[in-house]
């Protein structure tokens, strides 16, 4: 591990300003933490409890609430100039340190567990054509994953700037299998099969439920993909132009949404819903083989691994640059504020990436382990997208930045449908998963206090001791209800 840079000033000035990300490597950096290996079983996901008309309102849903928060994201970049780090920055501006510390924790367990189920699915996928590697989880797939890790580990203690030219290629590379399925796609589309089965099954014994319910079931799925909109806010210190951050992020949204609804609806043009509901992962692959043959499954599988991979590096980013901002603001240790000669955050990524290669060990010996852990996770990220659209709001209200009032009714608008749409989300994934996520939260505290009284600071003021205290309480109450078996996993 690396010793505190001592570089001389003006060298640093210089190493910044040659490391600045323009907009196309901040779009890809969007579009390659959100396009992961998701995308790829969209088709069977999407349709597993839901008809053509459902996933369109399921769609038309969640692009309503991202777009919100894609705007959040553009407007806090150009309002707020000098936060960077995007959801942890602007939740602790808006509601104090803790919560910042906490949006920070949620974002970073959310980061590196999901690198591990990247990992296992690269060498999941790679199977298709090299079968030793099984399902992914075995010990030559964990052997490659953590080649893999180390190899993206070395990447990224070069410097942002390299670590982003890399990004640029595997997300071009990842879209290019997209694009094909696309266009494949049209020219098989049956119109017929689609409307056939609109709402359901004809006579209405498809088993799916009533439209809302069916709606329902496509939410959690939407939301997934999503995950990694924020890219370009959380690198926003290494944009050329601030403006650039708001505009990556609604450029890969926008670019990810066009992806996803073709996908998933070109594919109820081609198989009925129960065959693509049968599909095995990735669905796309099964989809393909049915109007291609076996290579077009293999260009598939191929695409998911490159895609993977691609995520994997975006994440690895990402994971990282928390944690050093968050000990830059003395909410984490100073340790992790430690930086290489190349400006890499070498402390939180030496971390970030033992939690993944600890992980990716315990998967040979625990795998429901690694699931429950992993299903904590997946609900994480949410608590920093409610706090990010809240602070939009919280700033529209009270005027602050704005002169004239100019644009402020809008933003107002903007922040409420966001923070509502989070709200929701929350809701959606399940009482069940969010107190469970409290048994990660919760210890992390420590942490805090820790890296506070590191500073001379307090830790908390009363209204954030509270907040600690019923964390406490509800990781407690988890446990209980874990080990007496009111909850399940």
């Not at 609900?379 to 409610?386: K, Q």
């Amino acid at each position: 591990m690396s010793s505190i840079d001592v570089t001389h000033p003006s060298e640093m000035t210089a190493k910044v300003k040659s490391s600045k990300l323009s907009l196309l490597p901040l779009v890809a950096l969007v579009i390659g933490a959100m396009i992961g290996g998701g995308v790829f079983n969209l088709p069977s996901d999407m349709s597993a409890h839901a008809s053509p008309g459902a996933i369109i309102i399921g769609w038309l849903i969640t692009g309503i609430g991202m777009l919100m928060l894609a705007f959040v994201y553009q407007g806090l970049a150009v309002r707020k100039p000098e936060l960077n780090s995007g959801p942890y920055a602007y939740a602790r501006a808006g509601f104090g340190p803790y919560i910042g510390f906490q949006s920070a924790v949620g974002y970073r367990i959310s980061a590196w567990l999901g690198n591990v189920s990247y990992a296992v699915a690269i060498f999941g996928s790679v199977a298709f054509f090299v079968p030793v590697f099984g399902k992914g989880n075995n010990l030559q797939s964990v052997v490659g994953a953590s080649i893999a890790l180390w190899l993206t580990h070395a990447l990224v203690l070069k410097g942002a700037k390299q670590a982003a030219f890399v990004n640029i290629v595997t997300t071009v590379a990842k879209i290019v299998p997209l694009v094909v399925f696309a266009l494949v796609a049209i020219f098989a589309f049956n119109y017929h099969k689609f409307t056939l089965t609109f709402w359901g099954a004809a006579g209405g014994d498809s088993g799916l439920g009533d439209i809302v319910e069916q709606v329902k079931s496509t939410m959690l799925v939407t939301l997934w993909v999503f995950i990694g909109i924020e890219g370009a806010s959380v690198y926003s210190s290494y944009a050329a132009k601030r403006s650039d951050v708001g505009r990556a992020t609604v450029i890969g949204f926008v670019g990810a949404l066009t992806i996803y609804v073709l996908v998933s609806l070109l594919s109820t043009g081609i198989l009925m819903q129960k065959e693509l509901a049968g599909l095995a992962v990735p669905s796309m692959a099964g989809v393909l083989e049915s109007v291609m043959g076996k290579w077009g499954a293999a260009l598939i599988s191929l695409g998911l691994v490159i895609s993977v991979g691609g995520a994997f590096l975006s994440w690895t980013m990402l994971c990282a640059e928390i944690p050093y901002a968050a000990a830059k603001d003395g909410n984490f240790s100073r340790w992790f504020s430690v930086q290489n000669a190349a400006g890499s955050p070498v402390n939180s990524l030496w971390v970030t990436n033992g939690l993944v290669q600890l992980f990716l060990i315990l998967t040979l010996f625990a795998s429901s382990t690694y699931q429950f852990l992993y299903s904590i996770a997946s609900v994480a990220i949410l608590p920093p997208y409610v706090f990010s659209g809240a602070y939009a709001l919280k700033l529209a209200l009270s005027g602050e930045t704005y002169e004239s009032g100019s644009g402020r009714n809008r933003d107002i608008l903007i922040g409420a449908l966001a923070t509502v749409y989070g709200v929701w989300l929350c809701y959606a994934a399940g009482v069940r998963y969010l107190l469970l996520a409290t048994i990660l939260f919760a210890p992390a505290t420590v942490i805090f206090i820790v890296a506070r009284r590191e500073r001379g600071e307090r830790p908390f003021g009363s209204a954030e001791f509270v907040i600690a205290l019923v964390l406490a309480a509800a990781a407690v109450f988890a446990v209980y209800q874990l080990l007496t078996g009111g909850i399940t996993v």
